[in-house]
């Protein structure tokens, strides 16, 4: 058997996945759409899978005795219902890296069929929903009769071209807010929100789009979710609806320009904050982090959740990674508590 397959092992976070597996003793099969799996493959001395997803019983071939899938292919409106038909076909685990609403709350359309076939499926193991989640599920439980959670993130280091590319195509449209346990319309930057984690003091706006709006509501069950994201003035001057000319001047010409991801700098020294409020209208329960680099982060949230994972360490239907609570971050480096 097979214990873990990542697609989209080619790209930037998946090769940072690789290696990290790797590193600490798993041995992945690294799947993809084309020949640079097999270059990857090579180099770390893995078994690769070529296949694309246009063919769903290629996909079931393929999936056939494998255990964990990794889906870190991005474009998860696409990828996420082809690849988890194939996991509910074939009985595999499935984990993605989806950090936005409308990404975490198709994943819960399978829920129960997830549960019939016993197998478990996870979006948002990265660090954009991760943490975030984990840190809400701490504060809930600290303050159960809480009715208001407030989530906050910022990160020092570099940002890869897929995530640049998916965030600045709809960096100016509406999003949500959870309010009285529902999805409402909101706007990007709309509200502002200074907060401290970590003896640094950071400057957020309103972030609509982010998976714990969905993600959150589901695994505390709090009814009022709001969340805020430290951006670069620029990027908020664009969600504002600015400056929108530069936007289509790096989508349509200056992106493969860029570097790919992060540096090795920074990934080795770059940060990232995490905080978690919840309220009950009289008291506060505030649950802060730091941890590494954001891609970094990523590569290790991926890596603990797929040990739990193979461990048997999982409940069947839809999860997000509060499931694991505290301890699937203790082990990690670089993550301390606030």
Not at 274 to 299: C, D, H, I, M
Request: proline share 4%.
């Amino acid at each position: 058997m097979t214990e873990i397959l990542i697609y989209g092992s080619a790209g930037y976070t998946g090769r940072l996945c690789a290696e990290e597996f790797v590193s600490s003793g798993l041995r992945p099969v690294l799947g993809g759409r084309d020949g640079a799996v097999h270059a990857l493959a090579a180099r770390l001395d893995l078994k690769a899978a070529v296949f694309d997803l246009s063919d769903p019983r290629e996909i079931e071939r393929q999936l056939k005795g494998v255990r964990l899938l990794l889906n870190l292919s991005g474009q998860f409106l696409t990828t996420q219902k082809l690849l988890i038909e194939a996991c509910l076909a074939s009985g595999t685990h499935y984990v993605d890296l989806a950090g936005e609403v409308e990404d975490t709350s198709n994943a819960f359309a399978f829920d129960e069929r997830a549960r019939r076939a016993n197998i478990m499926i996870m979006p948002g193991a990265g660090f954009n929903v991760a943490p975030s989640d984990i840190a809400a599920g701490i504060a809930k439980n600290r303050l159960p009769d809480a009715n208001e959670l407030v989530i906050a993130l910022a990160t020092d280091g570099g940002v890869s071209r897929g995530t640049l590319k998916g965030m600045l195509s709809h960096i100016e449209h509406a999003g949500h807010r959870r309010v009285d346990g529902v999805l409402v319309a909101a706007r990007p930057a709309e509200t502002e929100l200074d907060f401290q984690v970590g003896g640094r003091r950071f400057r957020a706006v309103y972030d609509p789009w982010l998976g714990d709006l969905f993600t959150a509501g589901v695994s505390t069950g709090i009814p009022n979710i709001s969340t805020y994201s430290a951006f670069p003035w620029l990027a908020v001057a664009m969600m504002k609806g600015r400056l929108l000319w530069l936007r289509d001047l790096i989508l349509n010409h200056l992106l493969p320009l860029l570097p790919e991801g992060s540096s090795a700098r920074q990934l080795r020294h770059g940060r990232t904050y995490v905080l978690a409020v919840a309220s009950n209208g009289r008291v506060e329960e505030r649950v802060a982090l730091t941890g590494p680099e954001a891609y970094r982060f990523t590569v290790l949230c991926l890596r603990e959740i797929a040990r739990a994972v193979l461990s048997g360490k999982w409940s069947p239907g839809f999860q997000t990674p509060a499931l694991y609570g505290r301890e699937l971050l203790e082990g990690m480096e670089d993550v301390t508590w606030d």
